[in-house]
């Protein structure tokens, strides 16, 4: 099904950045491991991909923290935003939107998974 990469949330979320990290393959439970791979939620693993892609963090404004990333070489111009309760959320959000779009295909047992129903 497809989904908005600024809905995505939890196990989805986490599929999506686990596609574009290579770690994964449809479908969702054949490789990708949710107990293992879970950068929406754990520093220790989005933290990497946060420094990594040089993702721009905000803080919240009317409680949502805001995602940035910047084209290159280093300009103002933004790429790709997006915005979530948590900084891991929104930077993970806009790292799929980054590399997979403003919408993706997502396998069905996942889609209940999202921030509000598609």
């Not at 290579?22 to 791979?37: E, I, K, Q, S, Y």
């Not at 892609?53 to 805001?66: A, D, F, H, K, V």
């Not at 309760?85 to 993970?92: D, F, K, N, R, S």
Request: charged share 25%; with cysteine.
């Amino acid at each position: 099904m497809k989904i908005e990469t600024g809905k995505l949330i939890g196990a989805a979320l986490d599929w999506a950045v686990s596609q574009c990290e290579g770690r994964g393959c449809l479908p969702a439970t054949a490789v990708w491991d949710r107990a293992h791979f879970k950068p929406s939620t754990d520093w220790a693993q989005g933290g990497p991909i946060i420094e990594r892609e040089e993702i721009n963090l905000e803080m919240p404004r009317e409680g949502l923290w805001t995602a940035q990333m910047f084209a290159k070489p280093y300009n103002r111009r933004v790429t790709h935003t997006a915005s979530a309760e948590t900084p891991l959320i929104a930077a993970m959000r806009c790292y799929v939107a980054s590399k997979l779009g403003d919408e993706i295909e997502v396998p069905d047992e996942l889609t209940t998974m999202t921030k509000e129903a598609v």
